[in-house]
C-alpha cells in the first residue's frame, strides 16, 4: 500500500474524526456544569419534615404513676421516635441524586444511549428521524459524564476545611460569594487529576456512538477496513485516538501547573 493510498484513507476518515470531535466537545460543554447541579443536589440538606425532628421529644417526658400506662407510653414514644428520625432526616434532594447517580454508574453506556435513543418512541409514540441520532448521543453522553463529574466534584467540595467556610462567614461572605471566590477555586486544582482520567475516557468513549448507527471515527474507519479488506484504517484510527489523548493529557498538564501556583 502507498503513501497515496494511506492520504486517501485518512481523506476519508475525516468526517469520522469531525464527528468525533463534535461528540467530545458538546458533552464536555454539557455534562461539566450538568455535574457541578448534581453535585450540588448530591449535597442538598434540605428535609420538608425537619419540623419534627424539632418537636420530638416532648412526649418522650410524659410520666405516669400507672406501670402498664406508662410502658404503653414509652413504646408509642419509642416508635413515633424513630418514625420522626427517619421522616425528619429524609432529604428528597440528595435522595433523587443519589438515584440518579447510581443508575448512571451502574448500567452500561450503551444501555443508557439506547434508552434515549428509543424512550420518544416507546413512551410517546414519536417517529424517531436520521438527526435525532447525534442528538441521543450527546444527551446520553452528557446525563452519564455528569454523573462521574458530580462524584469528582463533591469530593472536592468536601475536602475543603470548615475553617476556610467559618473564616469566610467572619469576613462577611455569604454562601455565593464563599463558593465561588474561596471554595471553588480550591476545588478545581483538587480535581483536576480525576477529571483528566474521565476526558481521556470520553475520548475512547465516543466510539460508543455506534451503536445508534451515528457515524463517528471507529465506525468509519471500520466500514472503510470491511470495504477495502485492510485493518490498515483501523490502526490509523488508533493512531488518532493516541495523538488525541495526548494533547489533552499534555494541555490538563499544563493547566495544573498553572494553577499550582503555591508550590
Not at 28 to 50: D, E, I, N, Q
Not at 138 to 146: D, M, P, Q
Not at 219 to 225: C, D, F, G, S, V
Request: overall charge positive.
Amino acid at each position: 500500500m502507498g503513501s497515496a493510498e494511506y492520504f486517501n484513507i485518512i481523506y476519508q476518515l475525516g468526517d469520522g474524526m469531525l464527528a468525533t470531535l463534535l461528540i467530545f466537545v458538546l458533552t464536555l460543554v454539557f455534562s461539566m456544569p450538568l455535574g457541578l447541579l448534581v453535585a450540588f443536589a448530591r449535597m442538598s440538606k434540605w428535609t420538608p419534615f425537619g419540623f419534627l425532628l424539632q418537636k420530638d421529644g416532648s412526649a418522650g417526658r410524659m410520666i405516669s404513676n400507672d406501670n402498664r400506662k406508662t410502658k404503653l407510653l414509652f413504646l408509642f414514644n419509642s416508635i413515633k421516635r424513630i418514625l420522626c428520625s427517619w421522616t425528619g432526616n429524609f432529604k428528597p434532594i440528595q435522595f433523587l441524586a443519589k438515584i440518579y447517580i447510581s443508575i448512571l454508574r451502574g448500567t452500561p453506556l450503551m444501555l443508557q444511549l439506547l434508552v434515549v435513543y428509543f424512550a420518544p418512541y416507546y413512551v410517546f409514540g414519536i417517529n424517531l428521524s436520521k438527526e435525532y441520532r447525534l442528538i441521543a448521543v450527546l444527551i446520553g453522553f452528557s446525563i452519564n459524564y455528569a454523573a462521574y463529574f458530580a462524584e469528582i466534584y463533591r469530593s472536592g467540595i468536601e475536602s475543603i476545611p470548615v475553617g476556610q467556610y467559618e473564616a469566610s462567614s467572619v469576613l462577611g461572605y455569604n454562601k455565593y460569594q464563599t463558593f465561588f471566590k474561596i471554595v471553588f477555586p480550591q476545588m478545581v486544582k483538587r480535581i483536576l487529576p480525576p477529571v483528566t482520567n474521565e476526558i481521556i475516557t470520553l475520548v475512547k468513549d465516543t466510539a460508543m456512538a455506534f451503536v445508534l448507527n451515528y457515524t463517528e471515527m471507529f465506525t468509519l474507519a471500520k466500514q472503510i477496513a470491511a470495504a477495502k479488506t485492510t485493518i490498515i484504517p483501523l490502526f490509523i484510527a488508533g493512531a488518532f485516538y493516541f495523538v488525541f489523548n495526548a494533547v489533552v493529557a499534555h494541555v490538563m498538564e499544563r493547566v495544573e501547573r498553572a494553577l499550582s501556583y503555591y508550590r
